[in-house]
Every structure is written in C-alpha cells, then in structure tokens.
C-alpha cells in the first residue's frame, strides 16, 4: 500500500533513524497506534507485534491500568528534578525494586536508557576502586558475543567484533573482552586474564543467561557462578546487565535468580516501565553503595540525568509492576516458550536452519547466513507480522500477554518464510 499521512513526507527527510544506513534502509513504517500485541499502520494494515517494541512492551501496548497510572501521574506531577527533591513514585518504585531483587540489592539509582545504566554502573565500579583506596582498578572484563549499549562505556564493554561498534575499536577504552566460560576449555580463559590482570579490573559485566542484541545467545548458570568466582577472587564487582533479560523474560522474575547469584551491581530498562515511558536504573549492592557513604564529598557518586527519576515513568513503572503482581506473567512466560518450542520445532529441519532454540519468552532460529535482512523484513510485514531480524538471527520476544493465535501467526510466518528460502539466499 503507498498511502502515507501528510506527516510523513514532511518530516521523514529531517529524522535520522536507528542503526540505519539512510541512504538504502528503505522506508521506515507508518504507523498510527498501537494496542495490545498490535501494531496500527497508517494505511490501515495491522502487525502482530513479535519483538515487544525492543522487548520492552511485556504488558502488551496501552495497558488499561499502566495508562491510568500515567494519567493521574500527568494531572499531578509529570516531572520534577530530583536533585535536592524527591517524589513518592520515585520512592515506592525504589522500595519495591530493592524488595523483587534478591539480596542486599536494595540502592536504586535511576536514569532514562538502558546504556546510561550501564554507563552508571562502570562509573559506581570504578569509582568505587577509587573510593577503596584502589585506583589502580580501571579495567573492565566483558564477554565475546555480549552487548551493553552505544554509549562510549557501554560499547567498550560490547563484544567488538561483528557487532555494531567494531568501528570504534581504536576509540574506546581498552577492556578485556574474553569467551564465556562454558566448562569445556574456556574456562582458563578467565582464569588466565584474572590471573594476568586481576588487581586492575574494576568490574565484569554480563548478560546473565541470555545474550541478547549480540545474537541471542544462551548460557548456563554454572558460566555466571563461576564467574562470580573470579571476580570475588580478584577483588572486582560483578555487574549483571539485566535490561534484557530483567522482568520475566527468561521465566523469572530477573535471570540472576535461576542462577542463584546476587550481583553487586544490577542495571535494569526496558520492560521496567512496561514499554511506555523511558526508564532505567542501576542497583547496587549495600557494600557498594558503603564506599561511597562517607564525610568527604569528593566520594559521593558525582552523576544526576537532567530527567532522572521522572515521575511519570516511575509511576508507569509502578503500575508495570503492579500488573507482575496481580496477572500471571510467569506462567504466560512459560507457556509461551512451551507454544514456541513447539511451533518452531519444524525450522530444525530446514535448509540454511543452524539452530532452534527457546528461553522464557525468547524464541530463536539461526541461519547459516540472511542474504537480505531489509527484504527478509519486508518478507515478515507482508505475511501481516512485525519481527526484526538481525545478523543471523530470527527471533521472537513478543509481550507476555499475546494470545496463543497471535502467537502462531508469528511463528508461522517464520517457518513459511524460512521454508521459502529465497530471501535468505539473495
Ligand atoms: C543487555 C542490554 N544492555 C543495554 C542496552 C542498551 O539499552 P538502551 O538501548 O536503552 O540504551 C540494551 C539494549 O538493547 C541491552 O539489550
């Protein structure tokens, strides 16, 4: 269909998208609204939404009780500074967040994406060395295949190689980016850089479980215990980057639960707020946030977003979790994962299939390799489904609340375009 409304030839020329080369993406979709597991084109067409607008819409879009939230917040207060002011639906998500993590997990620090919460956490990580009496410690270890973010940390910290920062390698920081333990032969290669670099390593950083945009990788718990071994063992702290997998993505409630480990640091987004408003925050640990705690200002953690803490987002955010409480988001986790274990079974057997794998409500098939990712988009949109493809993965990451005939659309889309094959040769 070519419709497009009078707004979209105005200001397309004057947007500069995400993670596009503008020059041949193709043009972006208009779309009018959003409800449930849907998305509204401007055109009239509807999409069944697999991925949860960047996994972040778990209630589904225009929750009923997230909107009513937010608009009692709107009549009161959208937002006010937190410097020097604090509000209650800063201070309750707060509580209540440091009440759902596991541990001591219990200081909150908030920001609005989830890189600046990475960002936060190396800054809590290296100033906290500084604040210990050990400023040698300006290392990060990170992991092959992981990705935090596109900010300047966060990519230092972001597997290099074939990800989206590999332009920057002679930019960034240096941080040592190492293969994940997997009990096999990788685990020496921890082992040997902590041994090699120890004293200087002020914090590795993971994606418990699941490795998300750096293609939806899994591990196992063993790999995160033992490296919790490791960095106990050279006196660095464990951040665990749970802005994907946070929020019963991977079928509890945060994916450090399965594994039995409490990080010191925590850095939650996305599903936080329930995929309405931005929001993200760092946690940490009571012995972290005891470095800081002292008479000297110069240990205070100098860092403030301009938005941080924002009351509608906060309030937003209480509602999401309010909705964790009162709905069966676990069990919709589960079956979910059950119906797409099923339904993408029949990929295995196709040519170009590498793998099919499902994790909580993450549903992956690997190719040998995707020819044309924007036509194989586009292949998805004409078969009435929104999924976003990217390197060699086919992923579904849909809301919690889909419905099982939403939920087989999108899988059948998937194994009838994998089936057909041409996009995946062009
Ligand atoms: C694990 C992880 N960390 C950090 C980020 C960055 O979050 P944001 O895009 O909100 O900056 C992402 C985004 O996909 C992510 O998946």
Not at 65 to 88: D, K, S
Not at 317 to 322: I, K, M, Q, R, V
Request: hydrophobic residues 45%; proline residues 5%; glycine residues 10%.
């Amino acid at each position: 269909m070519d419709w497009k409304p009078n707004w979209y030839a105005a200001g397309l020329d004057h947007v500069w998208l995400p993670y596009a080369q503008m020059k041949t993406a193709g043009s972006p979709l208009a779309v009018a609204r959003t409800e449930g597991c849907r998305i509204v084109l401007a055109d009239g067409r509807e999409l069944i939404d697999g991925i949860a607008s960047w996994w972040t819409a778990c209630h589904g879009y225009n929750h009923p009780h997230i909107r009513a939230a937010v608009e009692r917040q709107l009549a009161t207060m959208p937002h006010v500074m937190f410097g020097g002011l604090v509000h209650e639906p800063a201070l309750t998500l707060a509580q209540r967040l440091a009440k759902l993590l596991p541990g001591d997990l219990d200081r909150v620090f908030f920001s609005e994406s989830g890189s600046v919460a990475v960002e936060i956490a190396m800054k809590m990580a290296l100033q906290s060395a500084i604040n210990r009496g050990e400023p040698e410690r300006t290392t990060f270890i990170a992991f092959k295949g992981g990705y935090h973010g596109d900010t300047t940390g966060a990519m230092s910290v972001t597997d290099p190689d074939g990800g989206m920062h590999d332009l920057f390698g002679g930019v960034l920081p240096e941080q040592l980016i190492v293969d994940l333990p997997d009990f096999r032969d990788n685990i020496s290669a921890l082992e040997f850089v902590v041994q090699e670099h120890g004293e200087h390593i002020a914090g590795m950083i993971v994606e418990p479980l699941v490795q998300g945009a750096g293609g939806m990788r899994f591990h196992d718990a063993a790999a995160l215990k033992h490296i919790q071994e490791m960095a106990q063992a050279c006196g660095a702290l464990l951040i665990f980057d749970e802005i994907f997998t946070g929020f019963g993505r991977t079928g509890t409630m945060f994916a450090c639960e399965q594994a039995g480990v409490v990080p010191d640091i925590i850095t939650l987004s996305k599903a936080l707020s329930g995929g309405t408003l931005p929001l993200a925050a760092t946690v940490a640990r009571k012995h972290v946030f005891d470095t800081f705690w002292s008479d000297d200002s110069k240990k205070a953690l100098m860092h403030g977003p301009t938005y941080m803490g924002n009351a509608l987002a906060c309030a937003a955010a209480n509602a999401s979790l309010d909705l964790f409480q009162s709905e069966p988001r676990l069990k919709q986790v589960a079956d979910i994962g059950r119906q797409m274990a099923d339904e993408l079974a029949p990929c295995r057997s196709l040519t170009g299939v590498t793998d099919v794998r499902v994790k909580g409500a993450i549903g992956v098939v690997e190719m040998e390799r995707i020819g044309n990712l924007a036509a194989l988009r586009a292949r998805f949109v004409e078969e009435g489904v929104f999924i976003r493809p990217f390197g060699r993965i086919i992923y579904l990451a849909p809301s919690f609340t889909i419905a099982p005939d939403e939920l087989s659309r999108l899988t059948a889309a998937i194994v009838k375009v994998v089936r057909d094959g041409a996009v995946m040769r062009a």
